[in-house]
C-alpha cells in the first residue's frame, strides 16, 4: 500500500499500491476509485485505508497506508488598543506555528508570537501566521491608535503677603480636556484651569493635564507667601471714655495667625498692660486705658507687639499710642 502519506486538508493525494495483479480497495468514499492501484484520497481527517493485493493465482494479501490530513489553524490576535506616544503596546497571537508582524519598525522582534510594540503614530498592525507544514496562512490585525502627549504650563512663580490670593493661569495644548491641581485645600477649584489660590505658607502648585486619549503632563509653579506690617494695623490713638467708639487699643489686620504678646508702656517704662496668644481683631483681648482697675490719664504710651503670621513667621512691631480722655 506503500508509505504512510501526509496532506492538507482540502487537497487530494495519490495513493499507491504495488506489487499485486489487481487490487481492491476497502470501500470508501473518500477514494476516486476502489479496484484501481492509484486511486485518489480526499479524507477530512485522518484515515486508515486497507487494500488487498490479489496475484494471478487468486492468492491475496492485505495491507494499510494511513493519510495524515493537517487541518487549518485559528489565528487569535488581541484586540486593538489606544496608548500615548512613547509607551509600549503588547501584540499577541495565537494558534499558528509561526507569525510574521508587519510593520517591523519598533516591534521588539517581529517573528514572536508575543512581543511588544511602540509606534508613534497610529498603526494598524497585521500579523501573518503560518503552520510548519506549508499548510495553511492566516492573517489578524490589531488597530493601535497613538495619542500624542499635551503640554502644559502652571505660569510663573509668585509672591503675595499671607492673607490675600492670587490666580494661577495654566496654558495647555488645545487637546487637554481635564485639569488636576495639587494640593487642593487652598484653591478655589482643584479642576478648573485657572483657579485662585489663598496659600498661607510658601506652596508649589502642581498641575496635571490629561487629553482625550488618557495621556498626561504636568507642572509646577510656587506661590511665595510674605508677612510684612501690612498684614497688622495699630492705632496711634484711642479714647477709652465709655461712649463705644474707639474705646480700646487692640491690634488688627489679615493673615495673622495669632498675637503672641501685647505690652504697653507707660513713660517711666513701667508695664500697664499685657496680654498673650490671642487672635488678633479681637477687641475684647485689647486694653481699655486702665491698669490696676484704674483708669489712667491721658498721655503717650508706648507698646511692643510680637504677631505670628499665618505663613508662622514671627513679626515684632513697636510704636507709641496715645490716650485720650
Known sequence: AGADLFVCQGSPITLNATGAFRY???????????????????????????????????CSVKDTVQVNVKHPFTLLVNDGDTI????????????????????????DDPNAANTNARPTVTTLYKVVAKDNDHC????GYVPIQVWQLP???????????VGSSVQLTATASADVVRYQWTPTNSLS???????????????KYTVVVTNGGGCTAQSDVTVFVTCGKGNLFVPNTFSPNGDG??????PRGSGIGKVKSLRIFNRWGEVVFE?????????????????????????VYIYTCDVIC???????????VTLLK
Open 24 to 58: 481492491v480497495w476497502n470501500a470508501s468514499p473518500f477514494l476516486s476509485c476502489l479496484n484501481c492501484a492509484n486511486p485518489v484520497a480526499t479524507p477530512p481527517d485522518t484515515a486508515l485505508f486497507i487494500v488487498t493485493g490479489i496475484n494471478a493465482y487468486g
Open 84 to 107: 500615548c506616544v512613547g509607551r509600549a503596546i503588547h501584540l499577541r497571537a495565537s494558534g499558528a506555528d509561526t507569525y510574521t508582524w508587519i510593520p517591523s519598525i519598533n516591534v
Open 136 to 139: 495553511f496562512t492566516d492573517t
Open 151 to 161: 503640554t502644559v504650563i502652571a505660569g510663573v512663580d509668585q509672591t503675595i503677603t
Open 189 to 203: 477649584c482643584a479642576t478648573c484651569q485657572n483657579p485662585t489660590a489663598h496659600p498661607r505658607q510658601d506652596t
Open 245 to 250: 467708639n474707639n474705646d480700646v487699643f487692640f
Open 275 to 299: 496680654r498673650f496668644d490671642f487672635a488678633a481683631n479681637d477687641i475684647a483681648a485689647g486694653w481699655d486705658g486702665r491698669y490696676k482697675g484704674q483708669p489712667l490719664s491721658s498721655d
Open 310 to 320: 499665618e505663613n508662622n513667621e514671627l513679626l515684632t512691631f513697636k510704636g507709641d
